[in-house]
């Protein structure tokens, strides 16, 4: 299973009692195709930059899953079924790396003549 990062508009007119019945039947949705969800965050009430479909707002939600990539496309064709949901958009979320590049072998030593050179002629190199 891989972890995505699903993006939520739900409908401007929702009061916050639907609210968490939406988001519930989403938790359900993805449970049930196998899914795990890790984390919800609410980032409230947000103006659109123009009118989408006649609406100038949304409530935005974003949720992390565990999921498998067969199922991503039946789970957003569930999402589309739903009218208090205006938008869904579903990527892989970001990995946390432990190690950053400097860290690791031979980085930094392919890095560091050029960044020398660099210092002496007084430019910047493109990373900092």
């Known amino acids: 299973m891989n972890t995505y990062e ?14 968490e019945d939406v988001l519930g039947g989403v938790r359900k949705d993805i449970e049930s195709l196998g899914g795990e969800v890790g984390s919800v965050t609410r980032l409230g009430r947000r103006s ?7 609406k100038e707002s949304g409530i ?3 949720m992390v899953f565990e999921l498998a990539p ?6 957003h ?3 589309k079924m739903k009218n208090e949901i205006f938008r869904v958009q ?3 979320a970001p990995v946390a790396d432990e190690t950053r590049a400097s860290d690791r072998p031979g980085e930094t030593e392919k890095r560091e003549p050029a960044r020398k050179a660099e210092r002496a ?5 493109a990373g900092e």
């Open 90 to 92: 579903v990527g892989r």
């Open 70 to 75: 067969d199922k991503v496309a039946p789970l």
């Open 6 to 19: 699903g993006v939520f508009i739900l409908d401007e007119s929702l009061k916050d009692e639907s609210l």
């Open 48 to 54: 659109f930059a123009r009118p989408q479909k006649k």
């Open 60 to 62: 935005f939600f974003v």
């Open 77 to 79: 064709a569930r999402m």
């Open 121 to 125: 002629a007084g430019t910047k190199s």
